[in-house]
């Protein structure tokens, strides 16, 4: 079954530092998502992206983040100066539909920490 | 603004039993619910979804009831395993926005 694959598991980093989280989205999807979860809290949408642009963004994501697919097959999430509190799990999502109904397939998190 | 909460944290029950887990909504708007399973070290994995024309769902095992009503939703597991153990999060969404809202979770334990 396909699923969505993201690097690395666990990114240690120091604040101030830039990071790169990647994801390789399930092939025949459309839409791409990141989400992100501090610890003991809930999962916080950041961005949509469709047709090689975003669609939607929360307050979250501030001009610290950006998103980009660079190919056919990886979606990105740049963190340009990481902040202690940035430390959380992120989550890459997509998905295949276009209607308003929409299942969203998660992958397995990247794990940053920021020191 | 639109918030997606559950009422309770933790829930245990009996191998066997049954499970409901609840979760209430905020916005009137919603018309998206899905209930996600998330396991120690994974992403979240979809479970059930509703759309808000509906009352009821089922799946394999699982049901999920909605009450538009009271803005409430409910995900109902048929003989609980160790298998389910796992926390459960409802999220919704509504209309054209594709961005889900998430609840805080609630940590289903399964006992022998």
């Known amino acids: 079954e396909p699923e969505v694959t993201q690097t690395p598991s666990h990114q240690v980093t120091q604040m101030g530092q830039e990071v790169i989280l990647r994801c390789v989205p399930i092939?025949?999807?459309?839409?791409f998502y990141w989400y992100r979860q501090i610890l003991g809290q809930k999962v916080e949408f950041l961005v949509s992206f469709y047709n090689n642009e975003i669609s939607e963004k929360s307050e979250i994501f501030d001009d610290q983040f950006s998103v980009e697919r660079p190919d056919g097959s990886n979606f990105t999430l740049k963190i340009r100066s990481t902040k202690l509190e940035d430390s959380a799990m992120y989550f890459c999502?997509?998905?295949?539909?276009?209607?308003?109904?929409?299942?969203?397939?998660f992958g397995p998190g990247t794990r940053l920490t920021v020191l | 603004g639109e918030s997606v909460g559950l009422h309770l944290p933790t829930l245990s029950v009996q191998e066997g039993d049954n499970s409901i887990i609840n979760c209430a909504y905020s916005n009137s708007a919603s018309d998206y619910f899905i209930w996600y399973k998330q396991e120690s070290g994974k992403g979240p994995q979809f479970i059930i979804d509703?759309?808000?024309?509906?009352d009821k769902r089922q799946g394999q095992r699982v049901t999920v009831l909605l009450n538009k009503t009271v803005k409430h939703l409910s995900l109902q597991i048929a003989a609980t395993q160790p298998g389910d153990s796992a926390v459960y999060f409802c999220?919704?969404?509504?209309?054209?926005?594709?961005?889900?809202?998430f609840g805080s979770g609630t940590q289903l334990t399964v006992l022998p």
């Open positions: 509703i759309r808000s024309n509906m």
């Open positions: 999220a919704s969404k509504r209309g054209s926005a594709r961005q889900l809202t």
């Open positions: 999502a997509s998905g295949a539909n276009a209607g308003s109904y929409n299942e969203q397939f």
């Open positions: 092939s025949n999807h459309l839409y």
